[in-house]
């Protein structure tokens, strides 16, 4: 078997965003927020599903899967590969925004149903350790939760390591197909879980069809287009702070040789200055 890249944008829209296998999202939701028994999430309807993509059409990043339960709560889960500036208030952007569309002005805020919003991340993004954390508002001194509408998950593939043999729980099952799914060629053994095995077979190149697999190809050179702009800038950024400190260097009349060692730029470079 050979394995797509769950972090591609066509590839995650494909297998959380499947009207058909709803399974697959609802064995997720579950597995995130460690829902069991009468608290777990038992129906879903996916308010964005995935639909056979248009190459020429493809303009925007698609990163997230919108669905609702039956007791009207709003799920969010979002893919994120490199970690944008602002993203913590964009969360909150986006989570509020999604809330306060629910109604109307001039409509009853008791008709407000919770949001609960999922980002996978690969890069790290909280101060923690943890790879699975979850926030929410409450009171600083003793955890009480009073506003109770909206929550935020956080899975962080970098923090991730078990290895496959150390997997028991679902919740890391699920966390381990994401990270890493690309690099196998079988269905791992210790997957008992229908959602997860679901996901596994919409995972597998050999069942897509050519028109996906060319939206796949097409999103992956896109990713690494914004990936080596990003590195890029980041490089001028450095020669640009650099060159700043080579200016004040000469300006106190630090010798060249002095400036060469800290800043590392060469003579030519610093004498253009």
């Not at 679902?170 to 994401?178: E, L, Q």
């Amino acid at each position: 078997m050979q394995f797509v890249d769950i972090k591609n944008d066509i590839a995650f829209r494909k297998i959380f965003g499947n009207e058909n296998k709803k399974i697959i999202l609802i064995s997720f939701l579950n597995a995130v927020m460690k829902l069991k028994g009468k608290d777990a999430i038992e129906a879903v309807e996916i308010l964005n599903p995935y639909q056979l993509p248009i190459i020429k059409n493809l303009k925007a990043s698609i990163i997230d899967v919108k669905a609702k339960d039956k007791k009207g709560k709003t799920y969010i889960i979002e893919m994120q590969v490199a970690e944008p500036d602002g993203l913590d208030k964009r969360l909150l952007y986006y989570a509020s925004k999604e809330y306060s569309q629910q109604i109307e002005s001039g409509e009853q805020y008791t008709e407000l149903k919770p949001v609960i919003f999922i980002g996978i991340f690969d890069f790290k993004f909280t101060i923690g350790e943890k790879y699975l954390s979850h926030h929410a508002v409450c009171d600083v001194e003793n955890g009480e939760r009073t506003i109770i509408d909206m929550d935020f998950y956080f899975v962080e593939l970098p923090k991730f390591t078990k290895q496959l043999e150390d997997l028991i729980e679902i919740t890391d099952k699920w966390i381990f197909f994401i990270k890493e799914v690309e690099n196998l060629t079988v269905i791992p053994e210790n997957v008992d879980d229908e959602g997860l095995k679901e996901a596994y077979h919409d995972a597998n190149k050999h069942s897509w069809e050519k028109e996906e697999l060319e939206a796949y190809d097409y999103a992956a050179m896109r990713e690494q287009d914004e990936r080596g702009k990003l590195v890029h800038a980041e490089k001028k950024g450095a020669k640009n702070s650099k060159i700043e400190i080579a200016r004040e260097m000469k300006n106190e009349g630090e010798p060249i040789e002095k400036i060469i060692k800290y800043t590392g730029l060469t003579a030519d470079e610093i004498s253009e200055i």
